[in-house]
C-alpha cells in the first residue's frame, strides 16, 4: 500500500471561454493532488496473478476573473481532465509448459469533460452587402460550465498464448496470438462536439505475431 499527496502552484491552465475555439489564453492555478494505491500479488506453481487498484484525485484553484469564469464566489475549484479517481488491473499469466499464456483486464473510471450548452449561427452583418439573402452564416458551439461532466468509465479485456521455438543454437523465433478488447467493449475516446459523431477506442482486435531472437 502506498499513499502520497502533492500541492503544486503557479500551474499554467486555460483561461475559460464561452464560445468553443481552437487557441486560448492561459492562467495560473493551485491544486491539490492525493491518492491511494494497493497491489497484490499471488504465485503458486505456473500460475502468477497481479492485482492493482488506484484512487486518486486533483483539484485546482484559481480566481474567477482569471479564470474568465462565469460561476459564483471569488474561487473556483474544479477537476482537470486528467483526474482519474479509480482505477483497476488484474493481470494473469500460467507457464504451461511449452506454451505461455497471459490475461490482462483494466477499468477505469470516467474523466472530467466540458458539455455543450448549445449551438447558434453567427452573422456578420457588415459583410451581407453581397449577399443579403444567401449567406447562412457561420455555426458556433458553446460551452456548459468547463468539466462538468464525466465520460463513461472503461474497461477491456486483452488475451494471449505465446511460444518459443529454438531453430539452432542462438536462434530462437517467438509466436504469439492473441486479442485486444476480447469481449469488444465499446470504450468512448471522444465526441466531436460539432457532428456529434463518437469515435472509439480500439475494437476487438486479434493478432499474430513473430519475434526472431538472436543470441
Given at each position: 500500500v502506498e499513499?502520497?499527496?502533492?500541492r503544486m502552484s503557479n500551474l499554467p491552465v486555460p483561461r475559460w471561454t464561452s464560445v468553443v475555439r481552437f487557441n486560448t489564453s492561459l492562467t495560473r492555478a493551485k491544486a491539490l493532488a492525493y491518492g491511494v494505491d494497493v497491489s497484490a500479488r499471488y504465485k503458486r506453481g505456473p500460475l502468477r496473478v497481479d492485482l492493482?487498484?488506484?484512487y486518486s484525485r486533483t483539484t485546482y484553484e484559481a480566481?474567477?476573473?482569471?479564470l474568465g469564469a462565469w460561476t459564483g464566489?471569488?474561487?473556483?475549484?474544479?477537476?482537470?481532465?486528467?483526474?482519474?479517481r479509480h482505477q483497476v488491473s488484474v493481470r494473469a499469466q500460467a507457464d504451461l509448459g511449452v506454451l505461455t499464456s497471459n490475461l490482462s483486464w483494466t477499468f477505469a473510471s470516467g474523466r472530467p469533460f466540458t458539455q455543450v450548452f448549445g449551438y447558434d449561427t453567427l452573422q456578420e452583418l457588415r459583410a451581407l452587402r453581397d449577399d443579403?439573402?444567401?449567406?447562412v452564416g457561420v455555426p458556433r458551439a458553446f460551452y456548459n460550465r468547463p468539466y462538468g461532466g464525466?465520460?463513461?468509465?472503461?474497461?477491456?479485456?486483452?488475451v494471449s498464448i505465446r511460444r518459443q521455438?529454438?531453430?539452432?543454437?542462438?536462434?530462437?523465433?517467438?509466436a504469439e496470438a492473441g486479442a485486444i478488447n476480447a469481449y469488444d467493449r465499446a470504450n468512448v475516446f471522444y465526441v466531436d462536439i460539432f457532428t456529434l459523431d463518437r469515435v472509439d477506442q480500439l475494437p476487438f482486435l486479434p493478432y499474430l505475431s513473430l519475434t526472431v531472437k538472436v543470441n
Open positions: 499513499g502520497w499527496g502533492k492493482s487498484y488506484g480566481g474567477r476573473d482569471a464566489g471569488e474561487v473556483v475549484e474544479y477537476s482537470p481532465p486528467h483526474d482519474l443579403p439573402l444567401e449567406d464525466r465520460l463513461p468509465s472503461t474497461h477491456r479485456l486483452d521455438f529454438e531453430l539452432r543454437s542462438g536462434l530462437l523465433i517467438q
